[in-house]
């Protein structure tokens, strides 16, 4: 496999652009930073653009939208419980604040990764869900979701 291309799409975070050979066909496959395979079984053809790429997640990241509402409807997960989620993801993807042992370096990225949740969740649920689904990933959200209500239950 042979990464081509690197793009941030919303709802997917880092999403890479690989090239592989399929019995002597070049196709190109889209893959997150954790490793989900995100167009399995629909290939390209030939290199996609950032376009494309967005055009063929945006299906994706609707149908995910709706799995996620329908389970936050189901657990009744609150915009608060939301707000918490988020700040929570914001500090677990804060990955630089634990690779550096100045305490004030520490602190300006515990107070950035607030800052971002804080924007996040100003923006409403759409882009509570969204940041969450670049986060964790949906399998990842919907564990969440669920070990959250436990833990409020």
């Known amino acids: 496999m042979i990464p081509v291309a690197s793009y941030n799409i919303p709802g997917f975070g880092e999403v890479d652009v690989v090239q592989q050979n399929d019995a002597g066909n070049r196709i190109w496959d889209l893959f997150s930073a954790s490793g989900e395979w995100l167009n399995e079984g629909h290939p390209f053809r030939c290199k996609p653009r950032r376009a494309q790429v967005e055009a063929v997640l945006a299906e994706r990241l609707a149908e995910a939208l709706v799995r996620i509402k329908k389970e936050c409807k189901k657990l009744r997960i609150t915009q608060e419980d939301l707000d918490e989620l988020v700040h929570e993801a914001a500090q677990r993807d804060?990955?630089?604040?634990?690779?550096?042992?100045d305490a004030k370096r520490q602190e300006r990225l515990i107070t950035s990764a607030e800052q971002h949740a804080a924007r996040v969740n100003n923006g409403g649920r759409a882009s509570q869900l969204v940041y969450l689904l670049e986060v964790y990933g949906e399998v990842g959200v919907l564990g969440v979701l669920r070990d959250s209500r436990k833990a409020n239950a």
């Open 94 to 101: 804060n990955k630089r604040v634990n690779q550096t042992s």
